[in-house]
Structure formats: C-alpha cells, structure tokens
C-alpha cells in the first residue's frame, strides 16, 4: 500500500492532506478481509505483521484498529491486542434487532418527507438488478449498501446517520455470511429494495416497517444457520 504525504505544495502553497487519509485505507483493507470472511471471528490481528505486509507504520495500523473498532468488525481486548468480533446465534440476533429498529427508523423518515429525492436509491437498485443478472453476489450486497448510504442526506439527521453509518459494515459482513447459506438468493434481496422503495415513494410508513422487520428476521434466521452449520464464531 503506498503512503501518502503529510504534506504537498498546490500553487506555490502547501496542501495539507491528514494522515487519515492512509489510516482509512488501512482500515478499509482490513474490513474488507473481516466482512469477506478472511480474516476469521475471534482471529487476532498483530500490528506489526499488518505494517509489514501493506508497507505502513505500525502506527497507522493502530489508528486503523480504533476505526474498525467503531465499525464494530473488531474488539480491542487489554494485554491481547485487536481481535475480530465473534459472530454467535445471540450476537447475530442482538444485531438483527438494532440494525432493523434504525433502518426502520431512517426509512419511516424517508418516508415522511414531502417529495423527497430518491434518485439515488433508484441508482443503488439498478445496480443491484445488474448484478442479479450477473450472479455478482458481491456486487449485490455492496448496492445494498449503496442503497442505505443513500437514504441518510435527505434526511439530514446527523445522529442518526452516524449511528447507521457505524453499523453497515456489521451488516455487510452479516449479510456476506447469509450469502453463503444455501437458501439464499439474490433475487429475494432485489425485491425487497424494490418494494421498500415504493413503499417509501408511496409514504407507507407501516408497509415500510413490515418489509425491515420481514426482512431482517430472515436474516437473523438464515446467519444463525449458517454459524450453526459451519461453527463460525
């Protein structure tokens, strides 16, 4: 992974560019090994092997942890260092709850709003119908969460936005290890966005709530069987 400088002259001026720039990179490299099933639950990341492979200072990589940290894809356990979180029946479950309960929240919201811009969300579904017709699993789940970045600035709700935007990535990874069920298909989740997105073009704030909440219980049901099967923890 090449480095950034701290520092670079624009016009005879100097540009500063923050050395998080690198630290998010880091972090996204190594989330993307969490949320692909790589780097494995209950796995310990060691600082300086992930310096050495990508070419950073340890550093970086320890400012990385904190933000995987906040995405919660890991732990950072006293005297054991950056752990990958656990992925049980229970914790599936608890995540289930939350993750439902703020998307019905956001997309109520949405709902609520007078001719709010949707073209977005439209986008993220074109994408995903793309990737249907391909078979491009990954590609799916990333218009997925095209799709729930794209609900937050029409709402313009700052907390609520932080907190949704801290658990996507879980729900990612949540949605990678449902993936590899052998029930699931992608097409369940393409009308699903489908019919969340006319239900919020339409102001169906129950109809709105019915299809989160259906939604996530398969879900739940669907990674719980799946940590079942293959003991993944």
């Known amino acids: 992974m090449e480095t950034t400088k701290a520092e670079r002259k624009v016009d005879g001026q100097l540009g ?17 090994e969490i ?53 049980e029946s229970n914790e599936i479950a608890d995540f289930c709850e939350v993750f ?3 998307q019905s929240l956001c997309f109520g919201k949405l709902a609520g709003l007078e001719r709010p811009d949707l073209s977005r969300l439209t986008e993220a579904i074109e994408e995903m119908a793309r990737a ?10 990333e ?19 932080a907190v949704l935007k801290g658990l996507i990535p879980a729900g990612l990874r949540m949605e990678h290890l449902v993936s590899r069920h052998p ?17 919020i073009d339409g102001g169906e704030f129950e109809r709105v709530e019915e299809l989160v909440r259906a ?13 079942g099967a293959n003991g993944t923890r």
């Not at 923050?18 to 490299?29: G, V």
């Not at 249907?132 to 789940?141: K, N, Q």
């Not at 218009?143 to 936005?161: C, G, Q």
Request: include cysteine; proline fraction near 4%; glycine fraction near 6%.
């Open 16 to 32: 500063f560019e923050p050395q998080l720039t690198l630290t998010e990179q880091i972090a996204d490299h190594l989330g993307a």
């Open 35 to 87: 949320i692909a099933g790589r780097l494995a639950p209950a796995s310990r990341i060691q600082e300086l092997k992930v310096a050495g492979e990508l070419g950073v200072s340890r550093g970086s990589v320890r400012e990385a942890l904190l933000i995987l940290e906040s995405r919660h894809l890991i732990e950072i356990i006293p005297r054991r260092g950056a752990v990958v979180s656990s992925m």
């Open 100 to 102: 439902a309960q703020m």
């Open 132 to 141: 249907v017709r391909e078979a491009d699993t990954a590609a799916v789940l």
């Open 143 to 161: 218009a997925r969460k095209a799709f729930l970045l794209a609900s937050l600035p029409p709402l313009d709700n700052f907390y609520l936005s």
């Open 183 to 199: 029930s699931y298909d992608a097409r369940d989740t393409l009308r699903y966005h489908q019919a969340l997105l006319d239900a």
């Open 215 to 227: 939604y996530h219980a398969r879900e739940r049901k669907l990674a719980a069987g799946c940590v």
